[in-house]
């Protein structure tokens, strides 16, 4: 590289995963990190607002940082907000990534990290999305309506429960015999292919100055985030 050239920082974009109990889309995540699939990205802190969750044990067998937040300690609220946004910003998270976190987000993290927080729900959102509709509800819902379809989708994550800006879907057929339980399984495996590659696709359009080589007058196009496909 030549001395007219100025290297914006290439740091990785640094992603604070919140979750409270399984935490397979955060592992699915993290082995697209490990896999060198989502290679500009890192997680620097997984939070669970929950002790003793399979998500946080298996963030700290990979060394990850690990933070258990229970609401149990805080007075209201706004103060555990508070003290979640300054996790984040402590551990100077870029990008937010709830991934089965049962809190509603408050106004400290929402003001803190507008517009760079992102999450998964297992519907075509709108459908069947908002308060309580959370896990088999969502399926059980869908099977009662006799629909045809359903899927998941990632999206921006506002005081809107669910209402967030849509960044991408993955819809599947509901077969005639589906249970709960079968439609549940097809579609957390959708949603471990959409998040990491959705999540790669918003780091780019989101943090572009972060992918940018400038020449003297010209700048490149953003280097790609991948070296392998995650289709
Ligand atoms: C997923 O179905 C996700 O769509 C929803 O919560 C569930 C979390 O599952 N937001 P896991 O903890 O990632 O396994």
């Given at each position: 590289?030549?001395s007219e050239?100025?290297?914006?920082?290439?740091?990785?974009?640094?992603?604070?995963?919140?979750?409270?109990?399984?935490?397979?889309?955060?592992?699915?995540?993290?082995?697209?990190?490990?896999?060198?699939?989502?290679?500009?990205?890192?997680?620097?802190?997984?939070?669970?607002?929950?002790?003793?969750?399979?998500?946080?044990?298996?963030?700290?067998?990979?060394?990850?940082?690990?933070?258990?937040?229970?609401?149990?300690?805080?007075?209201?609220?706004?103060?555990?907000?508070?003290?979640?946004?300054?996790?984040?910003?402590?551990?100077?998270?870029?990008?937010?990534?709830?991934?089965?976190?049962?809190?509603?987000?408050?106004?400290?993290?929402?003001?803190?990290?507008?517009?760079?927080?992102?999450?998964?729900?297992?519907?075509?959102?709108?459908?069947?999305?908002?308060?309580?509709?959370?896990?088999?509800?969502?399926?059980?819902?869908?099977?009662?309506?006799?629909?045809?379809?359903?899927?998941?989708?990632?999206?921006?994550?506002?005081?809107?429960i669910d209402?967030?800006?849509v960044l991408?879907?993955?819809?599947?057929?509901?077969?005639?015999?589906?249970?709960?339980?079968?439609?549940?399984?097809?579609?957390?495996?959708?949603?471990?292919?959409?998040?990491?590659?959705?999540?790669?696709?918003?780091?780019?359009?989101?943090?572009?100055?972060?992918?940018?080589?400038?020449?003297?007058?010209?700048?490149?196009?953003?280097?790609?985030?991948?070296?392998?496909?995650?289709?």
């Amino acid at each position: 590289m030549s001395s007219e050239q100025i290297t914006h920082s290439l740091d990785n974009i640094r992603l604070g995963v919140l979750l409270s109990g399984r935490g397979s889309n955060f592992v699915a995540i993290q082995q697209a990190i490990e896999n060198r699939q989502l290679n500009r990205a890192e997680v620097v802190v997984v939070i669970s607002n929950h002790a003793d969750t399979a998500g946080l044990a298996w963030a700290k067998s990979r060394g990850l940082n690990t933070v258990t937040l229970e609401k149990a300690g805080f007075e209201n609220r706004n103060a555990f907000d508070e003290a979640l946004a300054e996790i984040l910003q402590a551990y100077q998270v870029d990008l937010v990534i709830l991934a089965g976190y049962d809190r509603i987000l408050g106004a400290a993290v929402l003001s803190a990290y507008s517009g760079r927080i992102l999450n998964i729900h297992p519907s075509l959102l709108p459908a069947y999305g908002g308060k309580g509709m959370v896990g088999h509800k969502v399926h059980q819902a869908v099977l009662e309506n006799g629909e045809t379809e359903s899927g998941c989708t990632v999206h921006l994550v506002t005081e809107l429960i669910d209402g967030g800006t849509v960044l991408g879907q993955t819809r599947i057929s509901v077969q005639p015999d589906d249970t709960i339980e079968s439609l549940a399984a097809r579609v957390l495996a959708e949603e471990h292919r959409l998040y990491p590659r959705l999540i790669g696709e918003f780091i780019l359009q989101a943090f572009p100055h972060k992918f940018t080589i400038e020449n003297k007058g010209s700048t490149h196009e953003p280097e790609t985030l991948s070296d392998k496909s995650l289709a």
